[in-house]
């Protein structure tokens, strides 16, 4: 959700608490996206249209994969223990609370001691100067 202050904060914690309800029914990440966008549109029935992103993913660490759906998110951005970065080529998928349009769910394996970035501003720059330890500045 665009937006500053105590109105913004507030509504994002719906969304927020939402996922956590719904990640712990197991769903599919796909069907708990749509499950999410359903909420989503129920909450801009208001006067103000609601609107947001939402990075998920779903890790199996047994079989060390990753489940990613898309909802309008910038794609996460993979960082292995060799400190090689790389933007997960994800679906970008709609925004929640735009009706009618289906999610897609990526899924990738994962090495262990990787770290995976979910963040906008993981993927705003064209290069990552990774330190010695791996991680972005």
């Not at 969304?15 to 909420?39: G, I, Q, S």
């Not at 006067?47 to 990075?55: G, I, K, L, N, Q």
């Not at 990787?114 to 100067?129: F, G």
Request: proline share 13%.
């Amino acid at each position: 959700m665009a937006g500053q202050g105590l109105y913004a904060t507030a509504t994002m914690g719906r969304p927020r608490t939402a996922v956590r309800t719904l990640a712990d029914l197991e769903l599919d990440p796909t069907e708990l996206l749509t499950h999410l966008d359903d909420l989503v549109q129920q909450f801009g029935r208001g006067p103000d249209p609601f609107v947001a992103t939402c990075p998920y993913a779903e890790y199996d660490p047994v079989a060390r994969r990753c489940a990613l759906p898309g909802a309008g998110h910038p794609p996460p951005v993979l960082v292995t223990p060799a400190a090689v970065a790389e933007a997960i080529d994800v679906a970008a998928g709609p925004p929640l609370g735009v009706v009618g349009l289906p999610f897609e769910t990526v899924v990738v394996d994962i090495e262990p001691g990787s770290v995976l970035a979910c963040t906008p501003t993981a993927t705003q720059r064209k290069e990552l100067d990774l330190t010695a330890t791996g991680t972005p500045p």
